[in-house]
């Protein structure tokens, strides 16, 4: 099983992610990309992507790449994310990345793309911070 | 029309906080708690509540607590969690506050608990940067 | 030892500690306050306190209320600052508390005060999360 | 006066800056690059630099490149420090740039690099959102 069979299994373990539509499109070691389409129920009062959405698809793409370099018994410890512009689009693309793996933490990042009409625009950026957990024994 | 009206119809008006069944149920100036029912479809890889959900609750409480000071133009700039438990309950408590409000932005605060078996637990806590939006003349 | 005299002896480690003349005032289980006189040296272009010494008290401040529960074998892995008013004032006052401890990370917060003609002004807050050392065997 | 120029002219006007032996070496529309020296007194209890100059430099330069865009009448509302290994060298040289720019407020970003024995290590990243002031009038 290579990283992207082990993180769609991964992903589609998690009801969440799969209620939201979300696809893993690539992953090599210490980077993934994961897209979701928009969709009606996924907007906050203004119609723009909702930030807990935001903050979904960047926590997870973040757990993704992590997940390529420790394996899949991690949690998010911190994750902080900003928003740069609406996030309005037919469909988001987050692409994240390990910036330094640990034995006890992984820190990541992630840009999140909004495509509207075939066009990508930047929307928003952010990072997780991951506890490598202890497999069980 | 007071703050916990206000609320309850800027939060019936966005779809993906009625997705997630959020009530907005305490608004006084600057202090907001909304309340979401755990089911399965907001569950993570190992059925807790899923980060990114931890982050809506987290963001929505702490936008609303702003909308108490300064009405609802506004737009989340950063916002950053910290998952301090895993997160497993019934019900989910955010309580939001503001920490300092201003013209341009607002500073929030929020803590979120786990009510499990009629016990809060505090399994999260974070924060929210917003900014107020010049509103349409 | 009591948990003031570890951290006294700890900031007098610290060369930079000692040049800020930051001070351990108070020190119990999981909460510390640290002091800080103003001087001219501590200055940014406009004459408040630079914000690196906003973020230098809060991150000092986070580690010590962290070391009352862990003891000192701790790095910070991430700090967060939040500057909410300039910070101006003869005296600078940090308040730290663990808000959750752990056995590979502790989260903490700090609430930062400027005193001036002997009032406080709560003007910064923050929070660090450090990760606890494995110590020398 | 050209941005290199009119970064250095803020630099010098901060003594915290003048303190630590910040240097401006690179400034173009969006991106800086500072430097400063180690010396015993920026270190912290082992000898590493103080996490609270991690946050001096990242903070600094991202400000600067904030002030090639916006110009220099800005306050850094928050600001987030990730220590990724201990920061130890000879020289410390902040690379910051402009995520994106705004009316009201900037996003930047910054890597923080430690120099040893003539190699570059990539030791510490952060990131810092300004709030734009208005010009005295």
């Not at 069979?5 to 499109?25: D, H, P, S």
């Not at 070691?29 to 909702?50: D, T």
């Not at 933490?105 to 990508?120: K, N």
Request: net charge neutral; with cysteine; hydrophobic share 50%.
């Amino acid at each position: 099983m290579n990283a992207l069979q082990m993180l769609q299994k991964i992903n589609a373990m998690a009801e969440f992610n799969r209620w939201c539509g979300i696809e893993v499109t690539v992953a090599e070691v210490g980077a993934v990309e994961i897209q979701m389409p928009w969709r009606a129920e996924v907007g906050q009062y203004s119609g723009f992507l909702h930030a807990g959405l935001i903050g979904t698809l960047i926590d997870t793409a973040c757990g993704f790449a992590a997940a390529t370099v420790a394996g899949p018994h991690l949690l998010a410890s911190n994750f902080s994310v900003n928003c740069l512009r609406p996030a309005q689009g037919q469909t988001f693309i987050a692409r994240a990345r390990v910036v330094k793996p640990g034995k006890t933490q992984i820190f990541t990042s992630c840009d999140l793309f909004a495509v509207d009409a075939g066009q990508e625009k930047f929307v928003a950026n952010g990072q997780t911070l991951l506890a490598v957990l202890q497999a069980p024994q």
